[in-house]
Nanobody, 125 residues
């Protein structure tokens, strides 16, 4: 199983970025997909998740209304559209896969079986 994160970069506050996570080696549509982030000196924290079919999404309060998670099961890819970025969004962002056939909607990193390598997002003020 391989998850490859991409799309990070340096952006000014108020700007936007779109992260992508391309999955291979798994039956993508059977996995709940999540995004997490980790800032220096802090624990990895939940950002968003999307259920297997894409019918339900969940967000951390800190990103609700600004970030949107989506997936394309035909392309085995999950996305995170990030708008109105703030300096406090600066972190390494990781996609993660929980499954197969998981029916839970977990906010806990330890429940996810596979992880991407991470992509750095830096928001300047």
């Amino acid at each position: 199983v391989q998850l490859v994160d991409s799309g990070g970069g340096l952006v000014q506050a108020g700007g936007s970025l779109r992260l992508s996570c391309a999955a291979s080696g798994l039956t993508f549509s059977t996995y709940t997909m999540g995004w997490f982030r980790q800032a220096p000196g802090k624990e990895r924290e939940f950002v968003a998740l999307i259920t297997r079919s894409g019918s339900s999404t969940y967000y951390a309060d800190s990103v609700k209304g600004r970030f949107t998670i989506s997936r394309d099961n035909s392309q085995s890819t999950v996305y995170l559209q990030m708008n109105s970025l703030k300096p406090e969004d600066t972190a390494v962002y990781y996609c993660a896969a929980d499954g197969p056939a998981s029916i839970r909607t977990s906010y806990r990193a330890r429940d996810y079986d596979h992880w991407g390598q991470g992509t750095q997002v830096t928001v300047s003020s």
